[in-house]
């Protein structure tokens, strides 16, 4: 009943952009902290971003900086993550999961994934 929903994924050249939202159902993501994650098959999943609770605050991992912007719209309780400059491998299925209110700590409640296919 307490669950996350990724959309925006889709298949795409290198250097294209997408733009990927989550949302929650059953609760309140503007209480949380929001990561994304992606996994790639044969490789551990990995954090891409994350955005504090009041949305003050980003983190992202260096492969994606200066490509990717993580931000939130608290009116309609998303989070986005726009994608730009994809490279093939960004390819993998991306998650969003809550955290606790800033982006520290372990994800608790996750989404069910969205495929992004960069091709070359």
């Known amino acids: 009943q307490l669950r996350l929903v990724e959309s925006g994924g889709g298949l795409v050249q290198s250097g294209g952009s997408l733009r990927l939202s989550c949302a929650a159902s059953?609760?309140?993501?503007?209480?949380?902290?929001i990561s994304w994650f992606r996994q790639a098959p044969g490789k551990e999943r990995e954090e891409v971003s994350c955005i504090s609770m009041s949305g003050g605050s980003t983190t992202y991992a260096d492969f994606v900086e200066g490509r990717f912007t993580i931000s939130r719209d608290k009116a309609k309780k998303l989070v986005y993550l726009q994608m730009d400059s994809l490279k093939p491998e960004d390819t993998g299925i991306y998650s969003c999961a809550t955290k606790s209110f800033v982006c520290t700590g372990e994800p608790v409640r996750w989404g069910q994934g969205t495929q992004v296919t960069v091709s070359s």
């Open positions: 059953g609760f309140d993501l503007g209480g949380y902290a």
